[in-house]
């Protein structure tokens, strides 16, 4: 292992994965804050600055229409309390095409009894045909999807499918989890009337808790649902949050403090501009992998622009991959389900400076050939001799746009 005087870059593990993520110093500084008690009025402030800054965060123009709720637990706890309150006695279609799509149908069949599924390959795109003629046959209450769904690394079209639950008289849950704070969400002009999402993925912040966003009127209509949990009671979150500014259950006290000193960070940066930079990574990062002739498993239109998924070149051992990049102290993923053994996963979000891609890359190229000399590779070799790139400039956008 390279000598930390030589390489101070090694003084700590830099995280190229979709979650959890290098963190910035102020977060580091927020979670240590002195304790407060959260039945006083220090919390009910938390709480709301949170809430304000996640509306500002989605972009919501008409704010008095929407609340947040924040939930001490993972962004799984936040999917779980969506599917166990919103249903009722109704039916819900949950639409998977990957590892976190299966996860919301496991979910759903445990408290729902009409339970729908139509399930596509991991890392294909939805038949929307096949849906809507689904939907036309079948009443369907609440349609659920995952945004980015990790496993693949594939953007979901929010549009098109909240238009065509508008269409059929439902009502369109989202699991938001690895795409807010990197992609635009757009509650109301995808139809969304809930959006899960969790502290440490784009938003920045540290693993343990995640929210729900959604529509005061969809809100208000659980407490005509018999309640299918105790602790993850969607009404129960939010009545205490419109009564007493508070959460139900003893919250996380510190990891709000960060969570609201990572959604500072960002809109001090600009909701925009944090976007752009995201993207702007993930071009580094693809254009660099590119040069080392990997291939991806999606095509670019398609993938989120939080990570990239890439094909594994033959001979190589995912596992050596991985265990060669953490001795230089990087963390990458590597592929699940279907892609175990021939993917591995470069994830672009948290406190990555220019360096640090510059760092991978270099690095990854100096595994790769070791890997494929000791292998004995001749086939489809990385380029021994490839410039890594330097950071792809990108006009900074007044506005992103909905992908569909």
Same mark, same amino acid.
């Given at each position: 292992m390279? !000598?930390? %005087?030589? /390489?101070?870059i090694? /003084?700590k593990?830099l995280?190229?994965?979709p979650?959890?993520?290098n963190?910035?110093?102020s977060?580091?500084h927020?979670i240590? %804050?002195e304790?407060?008690?959260?039945r006083?009025?220090?919390?009910d402030n938390l *709480?709301?600055?949170?809430?304000? =800054?996640?509306?500002?965060?989605?972009?919501?123009?008409?704010? &008095?229409r929407?609340?947040?709720?924040?939930?001490t637990?993972?962004?799984?706890?936040?999917n779980?309390?969506?599917l166990?309150s919103? #249903?009722g &006695?109704?039916?819900?279609?949950? *639409?998977?095409?990957g590892?976190f799509g299966?996860r919301?149908? =496991?979910?759903?069949?445990?408290?729902?009894?009409r339970?729908h599924?139509l399930?596509?390959?991991?890392?294909m795109p939805? /038949?929307?045909?096949?849906i809507?003629?689904?939907?036309a046959?079948?009443?369907i209450?609440?349609i659920?999807?995952v945004?980015h769904?990790t496993?693949?690394?594939m953007?979901n079209?929010?549009a098109v499918i909240?238009?065509?639950?508008?269409?059929?008289?439902?009502?369109? +849950?989202?699991?938001?989890? !690895?795409?807010?704070?990197?992609?635009v969400?757009?509650?109301?002009?995808?139809?969304i009337?809930?959006?899960?999402? !969790?502290?440490?993925?784009?938003?920045g !912040?540290?693993?343990?808790?995640?929210? +729900?966003i959604?529509?005061k009127?969809?809100?208000k209509? *659980? =407490?005509f649902?018999?309640?299918?949990?105790?602790?993850l009671?969607l009404?129960?979150f939010?009545g205490?949050?419109k009564?007493h500014?508070q959460?139900?259950?003893t919250?996380a006290v510190p990891?709000?403090?960060?969570l609201?000193?990572a959604?500072?960070?960002?809109?001090t940066?600009g909701?925009?501009?944090?976007?752009?930079?995201?993207r702007a990574r993930?071009?580094?990062?693809?254009l660099g992998?590119?040069?080392l002739?990997?291939e991806?498993?999606?095509d670019e239109?398609?993938?989120c622009?939080i990570?990239?998924t #890439?094909?594994?070149?033959?001979?190589i051992?995912?596992?050596d991959l991985r /265990?060669?990049l953490?001795?230089k102290?990087?963390?990458?993923?590597?592929g %699940?389900?279907?892609?175990?053994?021939?993917?591995f996963q470069v994830?672009?979000i948290?406190?990555?400076s220019?360096?640090?891609i510059q760092f991978?890359l270099?690095?990854?190229?100096?595994?790769?050939?070791?890997l494929?000399?000791e292998?004995a590779?001749?086939?489809?070799?990385i380029r021994? %001799?490839?410039?890594i790139?330097s950071?792809v400039?990108?006009?900074?956008?007044?506005?992103? =746009? +909905?992908r569909?």
């Amino acid at each position: 292992m390279r !000598s930390k %005087k030589i /390489d101070p870059i090694l /003084d700590k593990y830099l995280l190229f994965t979709p979650g959890p993520v290098n963190v910035a110093a102020s977060l580091r500084h927020a979670i240590g %804050k002195e304790d407060i008690c959260h039945r006083e009025p220090d919390f009910d402030n938390l *709480l709301t600055s949170i809430e304000q =800054k996640l509306l500002t965060l989605f972009e919501i123009k008409k704010r &008095n229409r929407y609340r947040a709720v924040v939930i001490t637990g993972s962004g799984t706890a936040a999917n779980e309390a969506i599917l166990s309150s919103v #249903v009722g &006695n109704g039916s819900i279609l949950i *639409l998977s095409n990957g590892e976190f799509g299966e996860r919301l149908h =496991k979910t759903s069949v445990i408290h729902n009894k009409r339970t729908h599924l139509l399930q596509q390959p991991w890392g294909m795109p939805f /038949d929307t045909d096949q849906i809507a003629t689904y939907l036309a046959a079948h009443k369907i209450d609440v349609i659920a999807m995952v945004h980015h769904e990790t496993c693949s690394g594939m953007l979901n079209p929010l549009a098109v499918i909240g238009g065509l639950a508008r269409a059929h008289g439902a009502i369109f +849950v989202v699991d938001g989890v !690895s795409s807010v704070g990197a992609e635009v969400i757009d509650m109301a002009g995808c139809n969304i009337a809930f959006c899960s999402s !969790s502290s440490s993925k784009a938003i920045g !912040s540290y693993p343990g808790l995640s929210f +729900v966003i959604g529509r005061k009127k969809q809100f208000k209509k *659980l =407490k005509f649902h018999v309640a299918k949990t105790t602790y993850l009671n969607l009404a129960t979150f939010y009545g205490f949050l419109k009564q007493h500014g508070q959460t139900p259950n003893t919250p996380a006290v510190p990891l709000f403090f960060a969570l609201e000193q990572a959604l500072t960070n960002i809109l001090t940066e600009g909701v925009a501009n944090r976007f752009a930079r995201i993207r702007a990574r993930a071009d580094q990062l693809r254009l660099g992998m590119r040069k080392l002739n990997l291939e991806f498993v999606l095509d670019e239109a398609t993938m989120c622009t939080i990570l990239t998924t #890439v094909k594994v070149p033959p001979s190589i051992s995912v596992r050596d991959l991985r /265990d060669r990049l953490r001795e230089k102290s990087i963390i990458i993923y590597e592929g %699940k389900g279907c892609f175990a053994g021939k993917v591995f996963q470069v994830g672009n979000i948290g406190e990555l400076s220019d360096r640090d891609i510059q760092f991978f890359l270099s690095t990854l190229r100096d595994v790769l050939l070791k890997l494929q000399a000791e292998a004995a590779d001749v086939v489809a070799p990385i380029r021994t %001799k490839a410039v890594i790139p330097s950071i792809v400039a990108r006009a900074m956008p007044t506005r992103a =746009k +909905v992908r569909s």
